[in-house]
C-alpha cells in the first residue's frame, strides 16, 4: 500500500507480526516531505492498529525537511514557509505523537529540519552511524514553531536546543546518541535489521501496558509531575 503522487510516496508494509513499517520515498529530493507525504502520515496512521510502527527512509536518505518547492525562490520566502508548514506538517506530527503504541524513527540517512523534528515525534529512534542531522532555521531565516522547539528541549534540554538552532551546524550520529537526540546507533548496513529487532521486541510486550505508559509518560510530559484528577483516575483504571 502506499499514498503516491508525482513527487513523493508513503509506503506501507509489515515487515514481521505486529510490525507496521512507513517508509519515506521521495529519492530525487533526498526524502523531503511533500504535502502527499505529510497527508500519507495523517491518514495512515489512525487506521494501523500494529504493536509497533517503524519510520523510515529509502535508499540512503531518511528525509532533508519539509518540501518547500518552488517558494524558496519567493521575495516574501519565511512567511510563505511557515504558513505552508503550519497544518499538513502539524497534522503529520500529530498523528506521530497520537499513535497509540511505540514508534520508532529508524535514521538510515541525514535527517535535517523537518526530518529530524519528525523522528522526535517517534518514541525511540535510531542513527546509522554514517549520518548527519541538523536543524537549520538560522540559515533559512526562520523562527522555528513553539511546538517544534519544545519538543527539542523535551528531549535535550535548552543548552543543547540552543546550540543546534542558534549555531545551526551538522551533528554527527554518535554526538547525537551522547546529547539524547537519538537512543542508539547502528552500522549503516545493520540499522534496518537492528530496527526490526527492537520493533519485534516491543511489539511483543503486553499491549495495555504499552498503551498505558505510553499515555502516562505523554501525560506527565505534557502536564509536569501531577496530573489533574480526572487525568490520574483514567490512567488508574488503565491499570487494573
Not at 198 to 207: C, K, M, R, S, T
Request: with cysteine; hydrophobic share 45%; proline share 5%.
Amino acid at each position: 500500500m502506499s499514498s503516491s503522487s508525482p513527487g513523493g510516496r508513503l509506503l506501507l508494509d509489515e515487515p514481521a507480526s505486529g510490525v507496521a513499517r512507513l517508509t519515506i520515498s521521495n529519492p530525487g529530493r533526498r526524502g523531503a516531505l511533500d504535502r502527499t507525504i505529510l497527508d500519507g502520515f495523517a491518514s495512515t496512521l489512525p487506521r494501523l492498529d500494529a504493536r509497533c510502527v517503524i519510520i523510515t527512509g529509502e535508499e540512503n536518505a531518511f528525509s532533508a525537511g519539509y518540501d518547500l518547492g518552488d517558494i524558496s525562490q519567493l521575495e516574501g520566502f519565511a512567511e510563505e514557509a511557515e504558513k505552508l508548514i503550519a497544518h499538513p506538517f502539524a497534522a503529520a506530527l500529530d498523528a506521530v505523537e497520537a499513535y497509540p503504541y511505540p514508534t520508532v524513527a529508524a535514521l538510515n540517512g541525514h535527517a535535517i529540519g523537518g526530518g529530524l523534528e519528525l523522528a522526535l515525534a517517534c518514541d525511540l529512534r535510531i542513527a546509522a552511524s554514517t549520518i548527519a542531522l541538523a536543524m537549520p532555521p538560522a540559515k533559512l531565516g526562520l523562527v522555528y514553531s513553539h511546538t517544534g522547539i519544545r519538543r527539542f528541549i523535551d528531549a535535550i534540554g535548552v543548552a543543547r536546543t540552543r546550540e543546534l538552532f542558534l549555531v545551526g551546524r551538522r551533528i554527527d550520529a554518535r554526538t547525537a546518541r551522547s546529547w539524547g537526540l537519538v537512543n542508539a546507533v547502528a552500522e549503516e548496513w545493520r540499522l534496518g535489521e537492528e530496527a526490526l529487532e527492537l520493533a519485534v521486541e516491543i511489539a511483543g510486550n503486553a499491549p495495555l501496558a504499552q498503551r498505558g505508559n505510553k499515555r502516562v509518560i505523554r501525560a506527565v510530559q505534557d502536564a509536569g509531575a501531577r496530573l489533574d484528577p480526572d487525568t490520574e483516575r483514567e490512567l488508574i483504571e488503565l491499570r487494573r
